[in-house]
T-cell receptor, first 113, second 115 residues
Framework: DAGVTQSPTHLIKTRGQQVTLRCSPISGHKSVSWYQQVLGQGPQFIFQ???????GRGNFPDRFSARQFPNYSSELNVNALLLGDSALYLC????????????FGQGTRLTVV | AQSVTQPDIHITVSEGASLELRCNYSYGATPYLFWYVQSPGQGLQLLLK??????LVQGIKGFEAEFKRSQSSFNLRKPSVHWSDAAEYFCAVGATGAAGNKLTFGGGTRVLVKP
């Protein structure tokens, strides 16, 4: 069975640009969460989506947005990129909204120059 | 607000020796607790989880963890470390109820294994 898949695996963007990251959850999972992991730190929660609705938002600026599609895949968008947005972006898939474990993809490494 | 502290940033252990990684959490209700492992440049792999019941939980790769409510701790252990266990380990607490499935992670402990 396929796990959580994320694309692209790496990308380089220039300050001020916009980026879209994609995630496909495990088949049957209805919840997708996004995390940012800056080098040397633990992941930080950005968003959770369940059944195409936002169910949680972390302490990130409005430049960060996301959506979930009818097939439960998700996109994370970041506008007006800053150097500090350089990080590994992780997508996590879980069966339900809460009370279940989360399974992570391999991440997208974003470098802003 | 929930928080997780992993007091040890780095731990070096000899192959075959035992390993214990410390994790302390802060959460107002009964927590969901997790340990994840991350190899360089990779995503997170779930080692084990605690939701309720038996406070000693078994995970994959020979790891176990013990939930101690009185100490707000969830320490990870392995009796005999293999070279392939060299990685970064993250403890996380999961919100329950209306807070959905948000995970709060500690800063991680990097494990180095000496031959």
């Amino acid at each position: 069975d396929a796990g959580v898949t994320q694309s692209p695996t790496h990308l380089i963007k220039t300050r001020g640009q916009q980026v879209t990251l994609r995630c496909s959850p495990i088949s049957g999972h209805k919840s997708v969460s996004w995390y940012q992991q800056v080098l040397g730190q633990g992941p930080q929660f950005i968003f959770q989506y369940y059944e195409k609705e936002e169910r949680g938002r972390g302490n990130f600026p409005d430049r960060f947005s996301a959506r979930q599609f009818p097939n439960y895949s998700s996109e994370l968008n970041v506008n007006a990129l800053l150097l500090g947005d350089s990080a590994l972006y992780l997508c996590a898939s879980s069966l339900l909204w809460g009370g279940t474990e989360a399974f992570f993809g391999q991440g997208t490494r974003l470098t802003v120059v | 607000a929930q928080s997780v502290t992993q007091p040890d940033i780095h731990i070096t252990v000899s192959e075959g020796a035992s390993l214990e990684l410390r994790c302390n959490y802060s959460y107002g209700a009964t927590p969901y607790l997790f340990w994840y492992v991350q190899s360089p440049g990779q995503g997170l792999q779930l080692l084990l989880k605690y939701f309720s019941g038996d406070t000693l939980v078994q995970g994959i790769k020979g790891f176990e963890a013990e939930f101690k409510r009185s100490q707000s701790s969830f320490n990870l252990r392995k009796p005999s470390v293999h070279w392939s266990d060299a990685a970064e380990y993250f403890c996380a607490v999961g919100a329950t109820g209306a807070a959905g499935n948000k995970l709060t992670f500690g800063g991680g402990t990097r494990v180095l294994v000496k031959p």
